[in-house]
């Protein structure tokens, strides 16, 4: 019998989270716009401490500002801090967006965010009609978004980002843009740039709800701009305003499927919410298939090309070195489900899968993956890194998959980490290489192959000589 064994922590505590607070998916989703800014309305530590991660993750400066909450805003409330924070970063930066972005103190102490994001832009509006320095300020989007950290997770955080940016800036349009919407979710750069390849190759016209593949992945160049410093690239506004012009939207993840619904209901557009990621060859067969059902386009011979490279590596490799070997991944859920089902393909066996997010479609989607590889697979929900550990200690299995923070069992137990997702601070790169489509697939599977040669086989191994 194929199916799922969902097994819940049975811990209160939390050893080695897999998780982080709601603010910073957001951050990662306002990133992701041309000329925008989060603001942080919270303690310093709230921004700190994320970029220090981000910057760790990608290497790249990154531009967060923080409303800087101490004891009297604890007593009499933020709208001082959150007020002032606005207008500086308006007159300074003259941004196109601020994501005006909650934390645990902002929302404990019960700030009315909305109320005095409205009232700030009241007041950007009059200083514009009252100074001619001022005159543009009215025109840039403040959206609040409310992130409190003591309920879900980054991965919510980015959903509920995305659905505030819509529903804040996306205005009714009958007209026909021919385009597809994709909402990414928390992925690298390079697959951000692997999903606009095959859009491109495709003819198709998109907007990348948000896309932080420049901003995350920038050259570093001479510039003689005198205005701060933006990142190139990033949905711009128009392109936001105008999703409601969009043939559909495609959620490749189901922690921000909110936003695809927000505007299916207000719009019209039809959403794309309930397919596994495109990794690995289903995945990526019905992405393909998604965009046909909503664009009528050909499939060109380049994509063609580009999976048959796939089946051509996984027939060199799947029965020689990778057959039957037990696999555990940790991670994002959505791209944990995707690198399950593409493990299964490689002939590999995906014993188990562990997020920390509380993304409920996690066992259901995993149900699927088990069903079509006819396995049992064990499903860590909600669950931390010690968990992951205990189970690989207490389970055999060959190869692990996860972030960085994973490298500990690795050197305890010896097995393979291949690492993928967020956060890869001890390696270099990772975040500019894709892991969907038919080439990240590509890539994944030559990066398991190789760490199961290093590892299982003896270089003079008679396997290696064929
Ligand atoms: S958990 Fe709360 S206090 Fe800590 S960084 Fe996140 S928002 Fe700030």
Known sequence: MSGVNVLNRERNLIVNPLKTCQPLGAMYATIGVRRGIPLVHGSQGCSSFVRYHLARHF??????????????????????NINSSIKNIAIRYRPDLIGAITTCSSEI????????????NKELKQMS???????GLEDIKVIPIPTPSFVGTHYSGYGVAINSMIQTVTQANED??????????????????EL??????????????????EAFDAPIRPSKQERPFFPKGGVTIDEITNASASRGTISICKYAKLGAETLEKSHDVPAITDDLPPIGIKGTDQFLRNLQTLTDCEIPEAILDERGLLIDLMADVSARYLFGRKVAIFGDPTQVTGLARFVSELGM????????????????????????????????????????????????IDVLMGNSDGRFINYETKIPLIRFGYPVYDRVGYHSQPIVGYRGAKRVAEMITNEVLERYYD???????Q
């Open 349 to 396: 066996e995906s014993v188990m899968v562990c997020t920390g997010a509380d993304e409920k479609s996690f066992p259901t989607d995993m149900e699927i993956v088990a069903k079509e590889a006819n396995s049992n697979i064990d499903v860590l929900m909600e669950q931390d890194l010690r968990s992951v550990e205990n189970y690989v200690k207490e389970n055999e």
């Open 459 to 465: 270089e003079k191994h008679w396997k290696l000589q």
């Open 59 to 80: 290497r790249e400066p990154v531009e967060i500002a923080v409303s800087s909450l101490h004891e009297a805003a604890a007593v009499f409330g933020g709208r001082k």
């Open 196 to 213: 606009k390849h095959i859009m491109d190759t495709l003819s198709i016209s998109y907007t990348m709800l948000t896309d932080v593949s």
């Open 129 to 135: 009609e009252e100074n001619e320095e001022y005159k």
């Open 176 to 193: 026909d843009n021919s385009k597809v919407n994709i909402i990414p979710g928390l992925l690298n750069p390079g697959d951000v740039k």
């Open 109 to 120: 102490i019960g700030d009315d965010v909305f109320g005095f994001v409205d009232t700030t």
